[in-house]
């Protein structure tokens, strides 16, 4: 006598399947996105221009003949994008903060308490199942977020804009001059990947996951509860499109819970509320600044040491806000609140603050969007080109431990 059908015998097998079939229809919905042809060639392109960057460091190291250096429990190909501060997140991961600190005083020295702690955390937690082998870790959480970030902006992008513009967010992101930091184990990374995630998801509809994206946004820097305002921006332009105001309201005040928790954290280790702060000082970090002064620093003063990487830092700094002005209209009131935010460090810092703005300029997604909606598909490959011709210049500088921008 033929046997029935496993899920049609047992009862509980019955049970069994009816209850997952949610889970595999899930499953197989991920699966047939993940196979589409766009994912496919987003995939691609960012392999290639991760493999050309890795070549053209190993390259350059050899062409300027310098020293091997020491021993690292992760290949060359790996070691180079090692650089920075990422020797502080490193040292986090290893040893945690334990550092002496003098309560309601600012330190003479710069100290690890001017790091938010999520990434070392992430990297203590990926790096035990590779042996403790933290620089691995690092590399693999930065490459996976940079992975991520591909996928929420194109699926964001994909919300208001047509394949072809999609696909152009996701190549100007790859291609932006300094996009080769996505690939180092810093908090760059990580930081859009959750920034993308949080308006992909409230944009959808699913306010409860973004702002638990948000929370884990401020306790990876302490920009991060910024975005509770391009958040509440967004919520609102919801509702004055026939969305109406409910209690998923309440989720866009988990974005600053992140960095409130790591105050606490740090109050926990030293007995000060204000530890970050008076940690940054020491940094060169104070209060507000004028403005133009990271921008205009660079031309001014031609004696200052590492005067290349101040000048790098302020053009792109002044393309990246030419883009912000021609594409104005080309963004929505909680893109444009991101791309204002953006600016925040130029308020925070002298001068010097011109040779990090390669870095505070990644995570302005909106610069992304606007270079795909205000180019066509047939300049855009170009535009790409030269911008990666750029990124490609400035991993040359930093492969070989040259600050193009720390």
Request: with cysteine.
């Amino acid at each position: 006598m033929p046997s029935k059908p496993w899920n049609e015998s047992p009862p509980l097998c019955a049970h069994f399947a009816s209850y997952n079939r949610p889970v595999l229809k899930r499953i197989q919905s991920l699966l047939h996105r993940l196979s589409h042809p766009d994912v496919l060639h987003v995939v691609l392109l960012l392999i290639a221009s991760r493999l050309l960057l890795t070549a053209i460091g190993l390259y350059s190291r050899q062409l300027l003949e310098k020293p091997i250096p020491p021993p690292s429990p992760v290949p060359e190909s790996i070691a180079l994008w090692i650089r920075w501060d990422s020797s502080w997140y490193l040292s986090i991961a290893e040893n945690g903060y334990g550092e002496p600190w003098t309560p309601g005083e600012t330190p003479r020295t710069e100290t690890r308490y001017g790091f938010f702690p999520l990434f070392p955390l992430l990297m203590r937690i990926v790096g035990w199942p590779l042996g403790g082998n933290l620089h691995l870790a690092g590399f693999l959480i930065a490459n996976a977020s940079l992975l991520a970030c591909c996928w929420f902006l194109y699926r964001y992008t994909r919300l208001s804009d047509d394949p072809e513009t999609s696909r152009g967010a996701v190549l100007a992101m790859i291609a932006f001059p300094s996009s080769f930091i996505l690939s180092s184990p810093l908090t760059e990374p990580i930081f859009l990947a959750l920034l993308l995630a949080s308006f992909y998801l409230a944009r959808t509809g699913r306010w409860g996951w973004a702002g638990l994206a948000g929370c884990a946004l401020s306790a990876t820097r302490p920009q991060g509860w910024l975005m509770t305002l391009p958040l509440a921006i967004e919520y609102w332009d919801q509702h004055r499109k026939g969305r109406r105001l409910g209690p998923d309201a309440a989720a866009i005040l988990m974005v600053p819970l992140g960095a409130a928790l790591v105050c606490a954290y740090f109050y926990s280790q030293t007995g000060d509320w204000w530890t970050y702060p008076r940690a940054k000082a020491a940094w060169n970090i104070h209060g507000l600044q004028n403005p133009l002064n990271a921008l205009l620093m660079p031309w001014t003063d031609g004696h200052r040491p590492g005067r290349p990487s101040f000048l790098f830092g302020s053009l792109l700094s002044i393309g990246c806000l030419a883009a912000i002005a021609a594409g104005w209209k080309k963004m929505t009131p909680a893109e444009r609140a991101v791309s204002l935010l953006a600016l925040v460090p130029f308020l925070t810092a002298d001068g010097t603050v011109a040779r990090g703005m390669p870095r505070h300029w990644i995570p302005a997604f909106p610069l992304y969007l606007v270079m795909a909606r205000c180019t066509d598909p047939i300049t855009r490959p170009w535009i790409a080109c030269c911008l990666f011709l750029v990124q490609g210049f400035a991993m040359v500088f930093w492969a070989n431990g040259y600050p193009i921008t720390i």
